[in-house]
């Protein structure tokens, strides 16, 4: 099953685009430590990048360069099944084009968006047919291990950074910053939002989806410009939320259970009943002010300062426990026509504020509850990669179509990552910051042996230095 959500990924990230001929090359510094690129957070500054900084950790296309690597990205993608003529593997968004034009977007992009709630396919989201058999062998060895006892499914939001002077980017504008805001002080961010979709299955996870999110307003005015056949639908992130887990849907078995994770700002009443029809269970967080049985959930507390807390200790990925005084409700949020259990939290029984979280599964214990949020971090894993290495805010292209391309092309470096943690079972790899390092290692060792034998053929040592370092020798 984790295979074949992988294999599911890389063909929404346009596997085709590697077998091409042109490859991702993860940067070319080192990480330091692999499991501090783990522990940062998700509100992480990037820094806009310099054509001549490129190849310092940024996304970078090599044509020619890293011969293991694309035998690798080959054979991967023979894995993969990737059968279908070569005319029809690459999705319609990037027939006929290269990254970087400006040309108008596919017909399927820009049709109107469907009503809640209904099951239509997704041209952006659809997957391919040809995986099915890659699916089923996946699913098969996922239950003879026995680790397929629930899938997590995790949404999340973030900001890649631009300059805060930059203008004429069509993704690029000021959102709110729920991350770095104060109550008192909300902050925004010049930048290119996005949305991701993580999924959590037999102890790893994957990238399933990244969609970049326009503001309703920079809609209208990207649309000004254009005819309306090519004119950009509005879709909310409750919407495109609702249409990777509808894509996500029919690549699930149904006789495990799932559990779709987000934060408070994604738990509204339309997601919740949306989930609760896939017959999925959802944790979440919740505000303070959401309402349970018509009274808000901080007098609930205030209501309930006199009853025991309820000790449960939650264990990190790294082992390391942590305790939370909890006590628990059940009722009815607003607008929703089942109950939820909802979990009163704090780190200390003194603590002057609460944690809120709901669960729609009854069943579930507090501690188990929590032991499965926590599997949301994996969308902040995904964030600091995205961010800090694969370069997904360095882009320059202008239209939106070329930048849908452009992360289409950096979900596709983390999807690779993520495949190749996965196939290739090593003391090494612990994480995608060793495959990062590791694929880094291999661009320099195929760099280093081609100046090598270079120089040795042509015996031109300073033609040989001139090429590979750019330098005048």
Known sequence: MRDGLAVEAVGHA???????????????????NAVELDDMAQGHQVEPAHPSRAAGGRAVFVPGVGAA??????????????????????PPALRGATLGQDEPADAHRHQRAEEPGQAQEDPELDPG?????VRREALARARATGQLTYIAVSLD????????????????DWHFD?????????????????????????????????????REKTVRRLNRQRPPAQRIPFRSKLHLAQRMLTALQPLLPADVTVYVLHDSWYASARLLKFTHRQNWHTITALKFNRKLNHQRLDQHSWTLRHQRYAHVRVTATDGTPTSYCTRTLTGRLEDLPFDI????????????RSAYFG???????????????????????????????????????RSYEAVDKWVAVVHLALVYA????????????????DVIRQHCDEHLCDWLSGACQEALISGDLNAVLQRFLRLDV
Request: proline share 5%; net charge positive.
């Open 178 to 214: 729920h991350v770095e805001s104060t109550p008192h002080r909300p902050r925004f961010k010049n930048g290119l939002c996005y949305l991701g979709c993580n999924v959590w299955l037999g102890g790893l996870g994957f990238t399933f989806a990244v969609q970049p999110y326009l």
């Open 129 to 133: 047919g040809d995986v099915d058999r």
């Open 14 to 32: 346009h596997m085709r685009i590697f077998q091409a001929g042109e490859h991702v090359q993860l940067g070319q510094r080192q990480l330091v």
């Open 341 to 352: 259990r909802v979990i009163d939290s704090k780190r200390h029984p003194r603590a002057p």
């Open 359 to 397: 669960c729609t599964d009854l069943s579930l214990e507090t501690q188990q509850a929590l032991q499965i949020y926590g599997h949301r971090w994996g969308c902040e894993t995904d964030n600091v990669y995205l961010h800090t290495r694969l370069g997904l805010g360095d882009f320059r292209v």
């Open 69 to 90: 690597a694309a035998q690798s990205l080959g054979q991967a993608a023979a894995q993969l099944g990737d059968e279908r003529p070569a005319a029809d593997r690459r």
């Open 418 to 433: 993520q495949w190749r943690l996965l196939h290739e079972p090593s003391p090494r790899l612990k994480c995608v910051a």
């Open 157 to 172: 939001d973030s900001i890649s950074a631009k300059h805060k002077n930059t203008r004429h980017l069509a993704g690029v």
